[in-house]
């Protein structure tokens, strides 16, 4: 399968600060990325979808301005959480949309951020 | 009414045995269906899709699709402890490429 790759994989900061989550789909290009959040024993939550080269979607509920999306190549897309505060402590993963043949989602390893 | 349906389990099975995982979900205009696995603390890695109504085997892994029922399986074979996870069901949204996943059922083989 594809790989796709997650910097930093887990994170601690202070209340407040600003945390940028990096996803790089490192064998294909992507046009298409997604960021999802995971709490303890819930599911996936898809958060936004980048789009390369335009603004991302964001889903019903989540604040486009405190998570800032960037899809600047076909190959990296960040997640910025700006001012986190303790609730958003969560499992935030990403995935790239190959579109080779049947278009799959391909998930990257997630970045764990705890807000203190 | 969950857009996608899961039995949470856990589901245990003896280790040799079938798996069957079951999913129902909601949006008729749904084309592709996903199952993903997840080990506690990691992130999902794709098992398998289908798009088709029927079987579709991929070594121990065997999804089944009935669209007429909106519904998904899938089937693991010789279960091993190994395959003790967490296995999503994912369908995606109408005609976008968003997923919408279950909450996952739990699978415990034990030796």
């Known amino acids: 399968g594809a790989v796709v790759s997650q910097h930093p994989s887990w994170v601690i900061c202070k209340s407040g600060t600003s945390v940028k989550i990096e996803c790089r789909s490192l064998?294909?290009?992507?046009?298409?990325m997604f960021w999802y959040r995971q709490f303890p024993k819930q599911s996936l939550m898809l958060m936004a979808t980048?789009?390369?080269?335009?603004?991302?979607?964001?889903e019903q509920g989540v604040e486009k301005d405190k998570f800032l999306i960037n899809h600047a190549s076909l190959t990296l897309s960040t997640l910025t959480v700006t001012s986190a505060h303790p609730e958003d402590s969560s499992f935030y993963i990403c995935?790239?949309?190959?579109?080779?043949?049947?278009?799959?989602?391909?998930f990257g390893p997630g970045t764990r951020l705890l807000v203190l | 009414q969950k857009e996608v349906e899961q039995n949470s389990g856990p589901l245990s099975v003896p280790e040799g045995a079938i798996a069957s995982l079951n999913c129902t979900y909601s949006d008729r205009g749904s084309q592709s269906f996903f199952w993903y696995r997840q080990y506690s603390g990691k992130s999902p890695e794709l098992i398998m899709f289908i798009y088709s109504n029927g079987d579709k085997e991929d070594g121990r892994f065997t999804a089944q699709l009935n669209k007429a029922s909106q519904y998904v399986s899938l089937l693991i074979r010789d279960s091993q402890p190994s395959d003790s996870a967490t296995y999503l069901c994912?369908?995606?949204?109408?005609?976008?490429?968003?997923?919408?996943f279950g909450t996952g059922t739990r699978l415990q083989v034990f030796p």
């Open positions: 994912a369908v995606n949204r109408g005609d976008t490429d968003k997923l919408i």
């Open positions: 980048s789009n390369e080269g335009s603004k991302a979607t964001y």
């Open positions: 064998d294909f290009q992507a046009t298409t």
């Open positions: 995935s790239a949309l190959s579109t080779g043949g049947q278009e799959t989602q391909y």
